[in-house]
């Protein structure tokens, strides 16, 4: 089973930057794409980015040029990071880390993060 932990996160000024972290261990499955959603307020769960296991990210237009995901790896280990720059009132809402693996999918508790002055 994969074990997902988020740090990072908080309250951050617009035009400010913020960096998301997720680490994922698992024992016998192997993790392939992992990538962060996020939820805000009275609205459905969105995709953020992802990236796969061969390092080829995806973004959602709204978040283009202003993100940017990466993941490295140590043994059974993934660590996932999204760097948040130029973040914008609209970008608050909690931020889902998941991660696919040949065990099916695992979500994070979720980390909010809000933009406001």
């Known amino acids: 089973q994969v074990q997902l932990v988020e740090s990072g996160g908080g309250l951050v000024q617009p035009g400010g930057s913020l960096r998301l972290s997720c680490t994922a261990s698992?024992?016998?499955?192997?993790?392939?794409?992992m990538g962060w959603y996020r939820q805000a307020p009275g609205k459905q769960r969105e995709l953020v980015a992802r990236?796969?296991?061969?390092?080829?990210?995806?973004?959602a237009d709204s978040v283009k040029g202003r993100f940017t995901i990466s993941r490295g790896n140590a043994g059974n280990t993934v660590f996932l990071q999204m760097q948040m720059n130029s973040l914008k009132p609209e970008d608050t809402a909690v931020y889902y880390c998941?991660?696919?693996?040949?065990?099916?999918?695992?979500w994070g508790r979720g980390t909010q993060v809000t933009v406001s002055s």
């Open positions: 698992a024992s016998i499955f192997s993790i392939s794409t």
């Open positions: 990236i796969t296991s061969g390092g080829m990210p995806n973004y």
């Open positions: 998941y991660a696919d693996s040949s065990g099916g999918p695992t």
